[in-house]
């Protein structure tokens, strides 16, 4: 009968914790002492991935669905009409566990309701990841949820056994998160963020001067907005991530469409999702903005401020600045050359070893994985640009979309033709 409930909880309470996306399991490096459970070195019953492409698999659960709070836009909201559960400490533990041990998982995403009020909340956050760690020698990944409110001293100590934190933001600005949830307000937020980056960047320097110093929240810490639930354009969105990426030191900004629940006349009507294509272009904007070199005014402007959906963030970049190009990856700096749609960083490093040895012409980027259907019309040799130099942004627009459209077209055939 104990038994039956537990798992009566787990449905109820892993159902309400998959609204929350801010999960991931890089760069974590605590590792396996002796013969204790589980290893986070690199590795994190939901699936996500480390930022070298790995898919690890987390037990991802709320504490409890009881809250304290009305945010319109959360399905675990107080005057919700769902059922509610909450676990105890020990019954995560066990959970945890003896998923650990069936090879189920390979660590924990543990957020939840407010209970009572957040001290109280976020006091049994941490007693769970401390039994795990100090009683059960559990060293695999850990994710908690950082309660806004929460003491410093809490805080502190939750970045003592995790391995990751977040403090989520829920809505991209003030003015919306007052709307949709008249309690809460970004300075709740802000200040704990804060205070982790600053414990962060403490104890790495700590671990300089002395090997043996703890561990502090090593896989840093990371956030979430909730998009579509209100007007923010994009140009709002990728400003509030770039604010985080630069002055908190933020790991991830995860973008979490909106997904209707139930009817409130703040929000939009039931049956109109967010499209997953706009999360889609959102991450491909920050994935720019972390890692090639771009700012967020060069991806979307008050001229421009929403992303493209029918092309990706770098292709819309590049049509808009067609006087960049043609590119010659043979002298062009790696900046340059991460600018060229079709052109990941990866093979953007490699072109730049490559053109030591030899002058690279079209062949040679196809054995180095880039798109080239796609980069060709920004490459200075046999491009378009040579052959036809009156084509437009429009017209290299739409030959690159005709490609993809028969590209998909002849995959499905081939999927029909296996039947």
């Not at 896989?219 to 002055?247: C, H, P, R, W």
């Not at 294509?277 to 929403?306: C, K, S, T």
């Not at 819309?316 to 700096?333: H, I, K, M, S, Y």
């Not at 491009?383 to 005709?402: C, E, N, V, Y």
Request: aromatic share 10%.
């Amino acid at each position: 009968m104990v038994q039956e409930r537990v798992m009566e909880k787990l449905a109820i309470l892993a159902d309400a914790a998959k609204y929350d996306v801010s999960c991931s399991s890089s760069n974590s490096t605590r590792k396996n002492k002796g013969k204790g459970l589980g290893d986070a070195s690199g590795n994190g019953i939901c699936h996500a991935y480390t930022e070298d492409g790995r898919c690890v698999s987390l037990l991802k659960i709320l504490l409890t669905n009881h809250c304290i709070f009305d945010c319109a836009y959360c399905v675990s909201r107080k005057s919700n009409d769902i059922k509610r559960a909450a676990f105890t400490v020990q019954e995560v533990v066990d959970l945890t566990i003896g998923f650990y041990r069936r090879n189920y998982i390979e660590g924990l995403f543990l957020s939840s309701g407010i209970f009572d009020n957040p001290d109280y909340t976020m006091e049994r956050l941490v007693r769970i990841a401390k039994k795990l760690r100090l009683e059960e020698n559990f060293n695999g990944y850990i994710h908690l949820k950082a309660i806004p409110g929460a003491s410093a001293e809490l805080l502190k100590e939750a970045g003592l056994y995790a391995d990751r934190l977040s403090v989520n933001v829920e809505m991209p600005t003030e003015q919306s998160l007052k709307l949709l949830a008249p309690d809460k307000n970004h300075i709740d937020v802000i200040k704990p963020m804060e205070y982790l980056k600053n414990e962060i960047v403490g104890y790495k320097e700590e671990k300089k001067l002395n090997y043996k110093a703890p561990l502090f929240a090593p896989a840093g810490q990371s956030t979430q907005m909730v998009i579509g639930a209100t007007k923010e354009n994009d140009l709002e969105i990728l400003g509030m991530a770039n604010y985080f990426y630069e002055q908190m030191n933020m790991k991830r900004v995860y973008y979490s469409g909106y997904v209707p629940i139930s009817y409130d006349n703040r929000l939009p009507a039931i049956g109109t999702p967010v499209p997953m294509i706009r999360e889609n272009r959102l991450y491909q904007a920050d994935w720019l903005i972390r890692f090639y070199g771009f700012n967020v005014n060069e991806i979307v402007g008050f001229n421009q401020p929403n992303l493209d959906l029918d092309i990706d963030p770098k292709l819309g970049w590049a049509l808009r600045n067609l006087e960049q190009f043609p590119v010659d990856v043979n002298t062009a700096d790696l900046q340059l050359i991460l600018r060229i749609p079709g052109i990941g960083v990866s093979s953007a490093k490699k072109i730049v070893a490559a053109r030591k040895f030899k002058k690279l012409k079209p062949e040679d980027l196809q054995k180095l994985g880039i798109a080239y259907s796609r980069s060709k019309y920004f490459l200075a040799f046999a491009s378009p640009f040579q052959l036809q130099r009156d084509l437009t942004s429009i017209q290299i627009k739409d030959h690159i979309l005709k490609m993809q459209n028969s590209k998909y077209k002849n995959d499905f055939s081939n999927q029909l033709a296996l039947f």
